[in-house]
Antibody, heavy 117, light 110 residues
Framework: EVQLVESGGGLVKPGGSLRLSCAAS????????MNWVRQAPGKGLEWVSSISSSSSYIYYADSVKGRFTISRDNAKNSLYLQMNSLRAEDTAVYYC??????????WGQGTLVTVSS | QSVLTQPPSVSAAPGQKVTISCSGSSSNIGNNYVSWYQQLPGTAPKLLIY???KRPSGIPDRFSGSKSGTSATLGITGLQTGDEADYYC???????????FGGGTKLTVL
């Protein structure tokens, strides 16, 4: 069974940093691209970033480019999102999802990031 | 403002059929596969349709997808109260090198 478990969310002050993690199991992690998608309270889904299976290709939404860094450790079956210079508008539930082409086939339960003073 | 345009809401009676549209452009829907996701209240999104019209294992055939040009459509037949949820279309935008989601459509089963 495919499982994705996010962690690392919490309350952080504007300008602060946070590192999210996503632990994957139930599939060959190193064979799949991975995505981060977020959802602000009461709002729709927003794609944040994607990383290919070998980390050769990395993409970011303009809203986070230069502030967020996606990475992965295939030996640890883990995906990460380093978030710096956080803003109030980054407040959201952050989901990791397994990528298959343009599809996010499996999603984690999400971790809440709140940016507030 | 989403690159992909969906109606904010749709509604229909139990047992009826509803369609949800997703409009984009040649750089996204026109040249990439479309997926559809269902998000029940308080839960994570779940994949309903991938590659325009394919259903993952376990998704009933009441759900269907289609694509024509730069638009895609999700169809749901035999509506049930349990289908009340937010539905999102998604794809890749080749010009922006970015993933894209529609703004979401809230389905109400009256």
């Amino acid at each position: 069974e495919v499982q994705l478990v996010e962690s690392g969310g919490g309350l952080v002050k504007p300008g602060g940093s946070l590192r999210l993690s996503c632990a994957a199991s139930g599939f060959t992690f190193s064979s799949y691209s991975m995505n981060w998608v977020r959802q602000a309270p009461g709002k729709g889904l927003e794609w944040v970033s994607s990383i290919s299976s070998s980390s050769s290709y990395i993409y970011y939404a303009d809203s986070v480019k230069g502030r967020f860094t996606i990475s992965r450790d295939n030996a640890k079956n883990s995906l990460y999102l380093q978030m710096n210079s956080l803003r109030a508008e980054d407040t959201a539930v952050y989901y990791c999802a397994r990528g298959e082409g343009s599809t996010s086939s499996y999603w984690g339960q999400g971790t809440l990031v709140t940016v507030s003073s | 403002q989403s690159v992909l345009t969906q109606p904010p809401s749709v509604s229909a009676a139990p047992g009826q059929k509803v369609t949800i549209s997703c409009s984009g452009s040649s750089s996204n829907i026109g040249n990439n596969y479309v997926s559809w996701y269902q998000q029940l209240p308080g839960t994570a999104p779940k994949l309903l349709i991938y590659d325009n019209n394919k259903r993952p294992s376990g998704i009933p055939d009441r759900f269907s997808g289609s694509k024509s040009g730069t638009s895609a459509t999700l169809g749901i037949t035999g509506l049930q109260t349990g289908d009340e949820a937010d539905y999102y279309c998604g794809t890749w935008d080749s010009s922006l090198s970015a993933g894209e989601f529609g703004g979401g459509t809230k389905l109400t089963v009256l």
